[in-house]
């Protein structure tokens, strides 16, 4: 099996993980159209990594729970296989255009976007003419400039002006970007798109 096809069983096997830790690992198998011998090594092997922890469930079962680093991995592997085709574009259009009538429902009318990146490019176009206005782009790694007409800022702490909430737009450090976010503003202030899988640091994860 190449690479790909062994990465595709790692992210379908930590999607399973976190909508139903208890799942059996037939039902697995079945899903994801592979042998459940299969399934039961790349779990060991993940298992091995620490992006999944073991635990208890009635009936003398076991429940699997994703680790931080289970979660991090599962937000990488989703952006690699959106970034190689269009489903991206498409996916993060819709996305971001709910995020923005939903800040809008909320009150929030002025947003950061926290990562420069295709995402954030995306994020921009569909605020043209939508419900909210961006404010700035943030993120560490980027010189202090302009990206796409946008003043672009290294921290929260520089962006010079009030905003209402925070847009989630890095596709490397996702996971990191949203949990500062989330760490910084609260939960409720941090808007992030569907397709990178991210939760809030406490939401079943365990340590």
Avoid at 47 to 69: D, H, M, S, W
Avoid at 182 to 199: K, S
């Amino acid at each position: 099996m190449d690479e790909s096809g062994a990465d595709r069983i790692v992210l379908g096997l930590l999607n399973s993980v976190e909508a139903d830790g208890t799942r059996s690992q037939r039902r697995i198998a079945a899903e994801l159209g592979v042998a459940l011998g299969l399934v039961n090594a790349y779990l060991r092997r993940a298992v091995k990594k620490g992006l999944v922890k073991v635990g208890q469930a009635p009936a003398r079962r076991y429940a699997y729970y994703l680790t931080p680093q289970g979660f991090s991995e599962k937000s990488r592997l989703t952006v690699l296989f959106l970034s190689d085709s269009f489903s991206l574009i498409r996916n993060a259009k819709q996305d971001y255009g709910r995020i923005f009538e939903r800040a809008r429902a909320q009150g929030y009318e002025r947003v950061v976007l926290a990562g420069k990146s295709e995402l954030c490019e995306i994020a921009m176009l569909c605020a043209v003419d939508g419900p909210v206005s961006i404010v700035a782009v943030v993120d560490p790694d980027a010189s202090a400039g302009r990206f796409v007409g946008q003043k672009v800022v290294p921290s929260y702490d520089e962006v010079g002006e009030p905003f209402d909430a925070v847009v989630v737009t890095h596709l490397t450090r996702a996971k990191s970007t949203f949990d500062h976010a989330v760490e910084t503003f609260g939960a409720e202030r941090v808007l992030a798109p569907e397709l990178l899988g991210l939760r809030l640091p406490d939401q079943r994860v365990v340590s």
